[in-house]
């Protein structure tokens, strides 16, 4: 997509407050699309199965969200209309993409601003649960795997409108167990087990931050984060900031 191209979307942004019609915002606050967005990438290659969900125990993370502008996405394996798993947030609601399909919804306007542990767990049977604060508020059906694409996204889809403003923190996903880990509220960092990708977690700069300290060592490659002093605990480094806070 052309430089022109992100110049239009960047003041139909900042003008959609003031159109008629489908196009008319639900705010009267009026903002910019920065992009590329910042994203933090993980190469899975050669563990593409182990991170679709149903073999997964756990996702986990804490956020900070500071306002629900755009698409922003969480995390994301693949890219609109491709999603094949996403955690976004649209209009102030958490939606959980799998193969396509929403399978999870949840209002998190009663969230934005403040820090909250987000975790979406499996089991054997497939079926996904989402916990906030340590309780379970959802669930979906039963899914069914899926071959997923070789790069998980967070902060965005590295796409236009994709980006999430805030900051997050201890992002880890617990693989192979059958049971979903860590639902309560973390208050010290964790300690690994099994085969784990920990990255977002403690450090005092940005490169520690965005280096997965798990079990798996797998590549991450940071494109626009910073690093920021506030975080959810104590004591454990500051967390991770994308986009605007």
């Known amino acids: 997509m052309s430089n022109a191209l992100y110049d239009v979307l960047r003041e139909f942004n900042a003008l959609k407050g003031q159109l008629p019609g489908p196009f008319a915002s639900t705010t009267t606050t009026s903002t910019t699309i920065p992009f590329p967005p910042a994203t933090v ?18 996702y986990g993370w804490f956020m900070k ?55 979406l767990g499996t089991t054997t049977s497939g079926t996904i649960s989402l916990s906030i604060d340590g309780q379970t508020v959802a669930n979906s059906n039963s899914v069914q795997p899926i071959t997923l694409p070789t790069t998980l996204y967070i902060g965005s889809e590295n796409t236009p409108n994709t980006n999430y403003n805030g900051l997050m923190k201890s992002f880890i996903v617990e693989l192979g167990l059958t049971t979903p880990q860590f639902v309560a509220i973390p208050t010290t960092p964790f300690q690994n087990s099994g085969n784990s990708l920990l990255i977002l977690f403690q450090g005092l700069d940005i490169t520690q931050q965005t280096t997965d300290q798990g079990q798996l060592i797998l590549p991450v490659t940071n494109s626009g984060a910073v690093y920021n ?12 900031q994308f986009g605007a806070i």
């Open 41 to 58: 990438s993980v190469d899975i290659t050669g563990y593409e199965q182990l991170f679709d969900i149903p073999y997964v125990s756990s």
């Open 229 to 240: 002093t506030d975080s959810p605990y104590l004591g454990y480094g500051g967390s991770t």
């Open 65 to 119: 969200v500071t306002n629900d502008i755009g698409l922003p996405r969480i995390f994301s394996f693949g890219q609109f209309p491709s999603a094949y798993q996403a955690a976004s947030i649209e209009g102030g609601v958490f939606k959980f993409y799998y193969n396509g399909n929403v399978e999870i919804t949840y209002p998190l306007t009663n969230y934005i601003g403040q820090w909250v542990w987000m975790v």
